[in-house]
């Protein structure tokens, strides 16, 4: 998943729901797991009976050293949007192309986004772009978006305190490296074990680009159409119907 595909769904769960707060909206997922000493991850595919639907898995298994249990309680079993299984909770999902740079006066640092395919860490330059503010300074319940001009499509947080909460106005939270001197990598959604804190905006943006994690972090393929005649086509048909 790249942060543009990221952003789309992010804007479709605020439409769909009327909130930002999609554990509210859809169900927490699968964030009060334990930390198990030799595993912590539940299996995918528990939601296949929801097709390209929004909901909830009925039950959702989990193999604790060799026993393998199965759960059905919220918290403890996987969600799915629109057919992508955990949407947030269960593991970071990774976002490609996104750099964190900061140099030590820039609070948690200014995102990087890369303006095409060809994803680079590590680096700020080339095919990469800067958007217009930086991340907030320390770790927190997100309080407010920041807006840039050039990338109006992007939902990152400028602002986090203690006036905000798992409620509101967002519900869940950011974790930045405090003046950042360095370049770190991006992971959203929340793991297993993060409880109120997941979500579809929870951020992990001080995660170093050598970092490993016993099953913390995973990624989500994204599928990129051709663009040929037909996408050309389907693409005028939506500017024409949208009266673009």
Not at 30 to 49: D, E, K, M, Q
Not at 155 to 183: F, K, R
Request: a negative charge; hydrophobic letters at 30%; charged letters at 10%.
């Amino acid at each position: 998943m790249n942060l543009a595909a990221e952003s789309a769904n992010q804007m479709l769960e605020i439409v769909e729901f009327g909130t930002m707060n999609g554990q509210n909206a859809l169900g927490d997922g699968i964030t009060y797991a334990a930390n198990n000493a030799n595993n912590c991850l539940y299996y995918t595919g528990s939601t296949v009976s929801l097709g390209n639907g929004s909901g909830q898995a009925q039950t959702t298994q989990v193999d604790v050293n060799g026993t393998v249990s199965t759960m059905g309680n919220n918290g403890y079993r996987a969600i799915s949007y629109r057919g992508m299984e955990n949407p947030w909770g269960n593991l970071w999902s990774m976002v490609g192309g996104v750099n964190i740079t900061g140099v030590g006066n820039d609070n948690g640092g200014t995102p990087y986004i890369c303006t095409n395919y060809n994803y680079t860490p590590g680096i700020n330059g080339g095919n990469y772009e800067s958007i217009s503010f930086n991340l907030p300074v320390s770790y927190g319940w997100i309080n407010a978006m920041g807006y840039d001009q050039n990338h109006d499509w992007i939902y990152m947080p400028v602002e986090c305190s203690n006036s905000a909460n798992s409620l509101a106005p967002v519900g869940d939270t950011v974790w930045t490296s405090y003046h950042l001197n360095g370049i770190t990598t991006l992971v959203v959604g929340g793991s297993f074990g993060f409880k109120e804190e997941c979500g579809p905006f929870q951020y992990g943006a001080d995660r170093t680009l050598n970092e490993t994690a016993r099953n913390n972090y995973g990624a989500k393929l994204l599928y990129i159409p051709t663009k040929n005649e037909i996408y050309t086509a389907n693409i005028a048909k939506w500017n024409e119907y949208m009266g673009g």
